[in-house]
């Protein structure tokens, strides 16, 4: 069974761009978060989708929203990006969420500049 | 405000030695624990969930142990090898009986380092 795959893998941009990162789940899996990783934080919570609906969604400005679509594959978009936005965001995929295990994707490198 | 502290922050043993790594939290109501085993570069990789009622679940050389009361936890790796290089990150659920991950807490990782 093929795992999480995220792409693009590295991301470059620059201050005021936007990006739209992309996640491909387990086959499946109905459950898709999305998570920030940086040196400083650790990993942090983005949002959940399950089933096409926002389930939960962390501590994050309005700038960062995703959507995932019919067939669980799931997008999230940074608009007017911040040099702090550079992360390497993961997205993980589970059956239903809740005491699921969580299968991880490689992650995306965003590096704005 | 729900917490998950882990120690050491890092760690370097040599090959063939046992290790333990401590998790404290603070999470309240509790659900479950998990470690997380992260290499340079890559999606964390899940190694154990133990529910409040579980003391102890095992995965290979890797042991976890929980103590609800104490709100403790700690992953014991034994005869390390050196693919055991990485980052091992505790987190708590606090949605006791839910289906979401929306609360999840993570601690900040230990980084085991294991020299040949």
């Known amino acids: 069974k093929a795992g999480v795959t995220q792409t693009p893998r590295y991301l470059i941009k620059t201050r005021g761009q936007q990006v739209t990162l992309s996640c491909s789940p387990i086959s499946g899996h109905r459950s898709v978060s999305w998570y920030q990783q940086t040196p400083g934080q650790g990993l942090q919570f983005l949002f959940e989708?399950?089933?096409?609906?926002?389930?939960n969604k962390g501590n994050f400005p309005g700038r960062f929203s995703g959507r995932q679509f019919s067939n669980s594959r799931s997008e999230m978009n940074v608009s007017t990006l911040e040099l702090g936005d550079s992360a390497l965001y993961l997205c993980?995929?589970?059956?239903?969420?809740?005491?699921?295990?969580?299968?991880f994707g490689p992650g995306t490198r965003l590096t704005v500049l | 405000k729900n917490q998950v502290e882990q120690s050491p922050q890092s760690l370097i043993i040599l090959e063939g030695k046992n290790c333990t790594l401590q998790c404290n939290y603070t999470v309240s109501p509790f659900s479950n624990l998990r470690w997380y085993k992260q290499d340079t570069g890559r999606g964390p990789v899940s190694l154990t969930i133990?529910?409040?009622?579980?003391n102890t679940k095992s995965n290979g050389r890797y042991t976890a142990t929980l103590d609800a009361d104490t709100k403790q936890s700690s992953l014991h790796i034994t005869a390390s090898q050196l693919s055991d290089s990485a980052s091992y990150i505790c987190?708590?659920?606090?949605?006791?009986?839910?289906?979401?991950?929306?609360?999840?807490?993570f601690g900040q990782g230990t980084i085991l380092t294991v020299h040949p």
């Open positions: 987190v708590v659920s606090p949605n006791a009986g839910g289906t979401s991950y929306g609360k999840l807490t």
């Open positions: 993980a995929s589970s059956l239903v969420g809740g005491r699921d295990t969580q299968y």
């Open positions: 989708y399950f089933s096409e609906t926002q389930r």
């Open positions: 133990m529910t409040f009622s579980e």
